[in-house]
């Protein structure tokens, strides 16, 4: 084995890490060949996929003749028909449909039996995507492709061991070991026995503990954000339960005098029905098989005894299985899924069973040559990467130092999105919002990176290359990349390659004759996507953990930890992998190794050092680095600590590269890219409109002679694949099944891109007994020498202006009085102050302690009126605003809000005061007679909203809410005066204005009438006064508010009608509208606005429209 072939740039260093790991599918691409053999309708001669170097194997023009072509077509049919059945019947085959489909292989039966119709089609459509990917896709995914472990040595050979020297490991799926353990769980007896300990989720803040429950809904595992109050009971049974106890010993420790044991042994119940302490019965993320640890841990008391002899029975039947390697009938999984059936929890044969295939890999090497090529690519990538754009670690390392400044704080406390400065907020959805639930708003794409002239530049003359040339590749030199900028982020420590060689022959392979399709690299680690595979594989984990040393080798005064967290089932089984670190930090999931080796969440302190975010640990008294070797997509709907520990190891690093085309990537044609050797991007074609709309509707001779002109016209090539984000379909565009199967994937999409299946079928290079494969490679590097510690990017987002604009009509009369009354400063009339706390926290504040001041304050005579709104700019406040006399204001207000302030800041709670110049937004409000009368609305809102919340505080009145902010807005528009007509223009004027804003797509528009739907009923008794009890008192508070504002209404009318004011009533109402909700609704506004608006504007419709059929049957009478 050599070590060299060193990627070499100004600044970094980087070697191989001695192995590499080569996917390739279970079938050879010969079996897609044969499927094509001898087929009469193709549009060109099938040259059995030659070379698709530029010009080669393109579709000849489409004879004129047609006749005959749909009897062609169908003859084809017939042919790739019988094809398809002959290869499900074989044993390797049906195993491998069975392990990716139960419910497929419940259906080829019939259809192997010559079964006809639609069902027979929708079964033979899916069987030839199996078989596409069985032998045309590298990806792992059961037994569809193995993985197998090279070396990097003095030559290249990739020699695929036959099919009989496949190893398979199979286990039982994450999902099933997750859903068991918490049925057992639930048991009694298995409850009592269990050693339990505090949420790993647990922290303590502001005289609260705070955690993550889960819960389960239509089979989609849901967490929620809880917080309760600490007692002397609560923090007792944390600690004891610390080290893990069962329920017995932790209600034995609360038995006093004043707690009898039935009491003691009830609450700690209670702490385990709300998560606060969960048991050790779980699926290890880390270890060899989450099977035998959920079974050893059974087999440890009693009433486990059972369960754990019909686990081990289950997995001795797979461990037979593997043993006898590849071909078996799906009745021995079945038999295995009846043995399983006497347990606490539904068996889904599509949820059962995990497969993973492995190939002996001693004739697998790759030599310098390659390595070079692969290194020289990646440094190509490198150099033509877009800007470094403001991270969402870097936006929290700007919100930590305003916040904290050079403090060290608990992470859980900094990650707080009440107490904290919370992560990648812009991610976040409302906290707690059942109107929103199921809704799907659409996603705002991300900003496209800063204008890049030379790179764009570069882009513009690639393209227009292949255009004028008429080629499907553009060829670069290495002399028009220029050099990587100091505005490029580093290359992390480590990462990993993915690349593809191609070459005529093995012969010419060794002679350096070959080429390199690049697929991309990321990192850290260079081993990412190799942890899933370890636990079978030992050679591959030894490997994987030698990459791991070299890279913690380069960051000698920190200690690396493994992330583990299990977010729900299935995903486990990405994230399951064996312990390949010393530390783990456990986070709603059971780490593999010694609580000694474990960093809880509460023992994680961040900083920001040298402007880098740094972790320590405070009992290891050591910076703690946050690893990740799994391949999950953090990023998608995870947890804000999870999401953060995994942002943190790509702080200040390029953790991904690929060619990446910019704002060219809608073109609808773009070139293969190749400098040199190098492949760095594959070709491209884009599928829209008219060609789409005939794929969809046309059918038979039709449907075929569209797509072949389409096809020659745009010069695409036999092989192709349907991409869908990172997954590839390959296709035969030669073959008539491949284009039903292309018809029947886009028939819904308003786009579709194929792409080019480089290396082409004859320069696959891959090869075994059995033929030629398609393969890709995955070569680990790791940094020779230690790169100076990145400080960021030290980009800013910009600033966002806060308030809301809005067109003056011009009164020269009422600006003159509007100079004179506009600002009032601390020490005025109006006393104006911003109490800085999380959303959730803010209601408490409000109800607790600024409400109950506030109506002292009025009573006494120290203050007029109050009110207050919500806000989120930069971070989430509540504005308060007093009006009163001066001195009292002074004297009497402000020292009481800084007692109450100062208390809360000391239990944790507040994070801030600020006293603030209050500024009237007059123009908005028609001027100074306006905004007077604006302000008493705004109090007696304030006042109602307070006397529904103080009903209504915690997660369990976020329904009743929404509620009453719909009957509340109803209400408004009533009490100003609105007919039922006119209140649904204004409400419609309002949607529209949001729906803008918003960006609403037609995925949106159908949600919101399917939850109109689901609404309608509960909705009009609401409006009907037929309102469940549960919500007289919002509805008491809102009819209280209806009697006080009465006289300001009347007078707001008055000045209106007389023309003292600049504005109209209609505007007006949108406003109080609009202000009421805001103060209602907790957070996501805007998101809740518009469905609020959306629901209250179809109530109108629908009132109307009874409204005008009674009219009708009046007349008609």
């Known amino acids: ?54 010009g080669d194997d393109l579709p000849a023009p489409i004879p004129g003749e047609a006749d005959g072509l749909e009897k062609a077509l169908e003859t084809d049919r017939a042919r790739v028909r019988a094809r398809l059945r002959e290869l499900a019947l074989r044993p390797e085959v049906r195993e491998a449909l069975f392990v990716a489909s139960p419910d497929l292989d419940a259906s080829l039966p019939a259809w192997l ?10 079964v033979e459509r899916a069987v030839y995507r199996y078989l596409a990917r069985m032998a045309g896709r590298a990806t792992p995914f059961g037994l569809f492709a193995a993985c197998s472990l090279g070396v990097v040595g003095d030559k290249t050979r990739l020699e695929i061991e036959p099919r009989a020297r496949c190893r398979r490991h199979t286990r039982l799926d994450t999902d099933y070991l997750d859903r068991l353990a918490r049925a057992l769980g639930e048991t009694p007896a298995v409850r009592e026995a269990l050693r339990h300990r505090p949420n790993s989720s647990l922290y303590r803040v502001a005289g609260r503990a705070h955690y993550v429950e889960s819960s389960s809904r239509d089979g989609v595992r849901l967490h929620h954000l809880v917080a309760v109050d600490r007692t002397d009971y609560l923090d007792a049974t944390l600690e004891r339960a610390r080290g893990g106890a069962t329920p017995a010993d932790l209600a034995e420790g609360l038995v006093s005098g004043s707690v009898s044991p039935a009491e003691a042994s009830a609450y700690v119940q209670s702490l385990i029905e709300s998560q606060i302490l969960t048991s050790e019965l779980a699926p290890c993320v880390t270890a060899v098989d989450g099977a035998a640890s959920v079974e050893r841990l ?11 002899a019909f686990l081990a029975r289950a997995r001795q039947a797979l461990e037979s299985i593997d043993r006898e390697g590849i071909g078996h009938p799906p009745e021995r999984y079945r038999a295995i899924a009846r043995m399983l059936e006497p347990l606490p929890c539904r068996v889904e044969l599509p949820r059962l069973f995990q497969v993973d295939l492995f190939r002996d890999g001693g004739t697998l090497e790759i030599g310098p040559e390659v390595v070079g090529e692969i290194a020289r690519g990646v440094e190509w990538l490198h150099r033509l990467a877009p800007r470094a754009s403001a991270s969402p670690v ?34 976040r959805g409302p906290d707690v919002a059942p109107l929103l639930r199921d809704l799907r708003f659409p996603r705002r794409p991300s900003p496209e990176e800063a204008p890049d002239g030379d790179r764009m530049a570069l882009l513009l003359r690639t393209l227009d290359q292949a255009l004028r040339t008429g080629s499907i590749e553009a060829a670069l030199s290495e002399s028009e990349l220029g050099e990587p900028g100091s505005d490029r982020s580093a290359l992390p420590d480590a990462f990993s390659v993915f690349a593809t060689l191609a070459a005529d022959s093995i012969e010419a392979l060794a002679t350096g004759d070959f080429t390199i399709v690049l697929g991309g690299a990321g990192g850290p680690s260079g081993a990412r996507f190799f942890g899933r595979f370890c636990h079978g594989d030992p050679s591959l984990a030894r490997a994987v953990e030698a990459h791991l040393r070299s890279e913690e080798a380069l960051r000698p005064g920190a200690r690396f930890a493994e992330i583990v967290h299990l977010p729900e089932g299935r995903i486990g089984n990405v994230l399951a992998r064996p312990a390949l670190r010393e530390l783990e930090i456990p986070y709603l999931g059971r780490s593999g190794v010694v609580p000694e080796r474990q960093v809880p969440l509460e023992d994680l302190w961040v ?11 405070r009992r290891l008294g050591c910076e703690i680095v946050p690893r990740l070797t799994s391949a999950h997509n953090y990023s998608w709907r995870a947890l ?21 085309w910019g704002p060219l990537r809608g073109a609808p044609f773009l070139p293969r890219v190749r400098i040199g050797r190098v492949v760095l991007s594959r070709a491209r074609w884009r599928l829209e409109g008219a060609i789409l709309e005939s794929l969809a509707r046309a059918r038979g001779a039709e449907r075929w002679r569209r797509f072949q002109e389409h096809r020659h016209a745009h010069r695409m090539p036999r092989w192709v694949a349907l991409a869908d984000a990172d ?45 030629r494969f398609v393969h890709e490679l995955i070569v680990p590097f790791v940094r020779v020498r230690a790169a100076p510690v990145s400080k960021g990017n030290g980009l800013r987002p910009p600033a966002t202006a806060s308030g809301l604009g809005r067109e003056s009509r011009d009164s020269s009369g009422v600006r003159e009085t509007i100079t004179a009354a506009r600002t009032f400063a601390p020490g005025s009339e109006w006393l104006y102050a911003r109490f800085h706390t999380g959303p959730a926290t803010a209601d408490r504040i409000l109800c607790r302690v600024l409400a109950p001041l506030a109506r002292e304050a009025v009573a006494s005579g120290a203050a007029e009126r109050w009110f207050f709104l919500r806000f989120a700019d930069p971070d989430w406040h509540l504005r308060v605003r007093f009006e009163g006399p001066r001195a009292r204001l002074r004297e009497e207000v402000l020292p009481a809000l800084e007692r109450a302030a100062e208390a809360s800041q000391e239990e944790g709670s507040l994070h801030r005061l600020i006293l603030d110049t209050y500024e009237r937004e007059l123009e908005r409000y028609g001027g100074p007679d306006g905004i007077r009368i604006a302000e008493s609305v705004f109090h007696a809102d304030s006042e109602a909203v307070v006397e529904i919340l103080d009903s209504l505080l915690g997660d369990g009145g976020a329904d009743a809410r929404w509620r009453l902010a719909l009957v509340g807005s109803d209400r408004l528009l009533a009490d100003m005066g609105f007919d039922l007509e006119q209140r649904r223009a204004i409400i419609d004027e309002s949607r529209a204005g949001l729906a803008a804003r918003l960006e609403v797509d037609s995925g949106l528009e159908r949600s919101l009438s399917d939850l109109f739907r689901s609404e309608r009923r509960s909705l009009e008794d609401l409006m009907g006064d037929r309102a469940p009890a549960s919500l007289a008192p919002g509805l008491r508070a809102l009819a209280s508010r209806s009697d006080r504002l009465a006289p300001w209404i009347a007078e707001l009318r008055r000045l209106v009608e007389q023309g003292a004011i600049a504005t109209t009533l209609r505007s007006l109402s949108a406003d109080f509208v609009h202000l009421h909700v805001n103060r209602l609704l907790r957070s996501g506004h805007a998101q809740q606005e518009l469905a609020l608006y959306d629901v209250l504007g179809r109530l109108y419709a629908s009132r109307l429209a009874r409204q005008g059929s009674r009219d009708e049957k009046l007349m008609s009478a």
């Open 727 to 771: 997954n590839l379909l390959p296709l035969d565009l030669d073959n008539v099944f491949a284009l039903d199967v292309l018809a029947h994937q886009t028939r819904e999409r308003k786009q579709a891109d194929l792409v080019e299946l480089e290396p082409a079928p004859d320069r696959l290079c891959a090869q075994g007994p059995e033929g």
């Open 607 to 617: 900083s920001v050092r040298g402007g880098r975010v740094a972790l320590r640990s």
């Open 113 to 122: 039996g010559d079964e006809e119709g639609e069902r027979a089609a929708r």
């Open 1 to 54: 084995m050599t070590k060299g072939a060193a990627l070499d740039s100004a600044q970094t260093a980087f070697t191989h890490g001695g192995f590499f790991v080569l996917r390739a599918p279970l079938l050879p691409f010969e079996t897609l060949l044969e499927l094509s053999r001898d087929l009469t309708a193709a549009s060109s001669d099938p040259r059995d996929g030659r070379s698709s170097k530029a």
């Open 640 to 660: 804000g600590v999870y999401r953060f520990l995994c942002s943190l190891q790509e702080e200040g690093v390029a953790a991904r590269l690929g060619w990446d």
């Open 298 to 308: 059974l087999e440890t008391f009693p009433a486990g005894a059972e369960p754990a």
């Open 394 to 427: 870097a936006r929290f390392r700007e919100a930590f130092e305003r916040r904290y400044e050079q403090r060290e704080v608990p992470l859980a406390e900094a990650l707080d999105e009440e107490l904290g400065v919370g992560f990648d907020l812009a991610r």
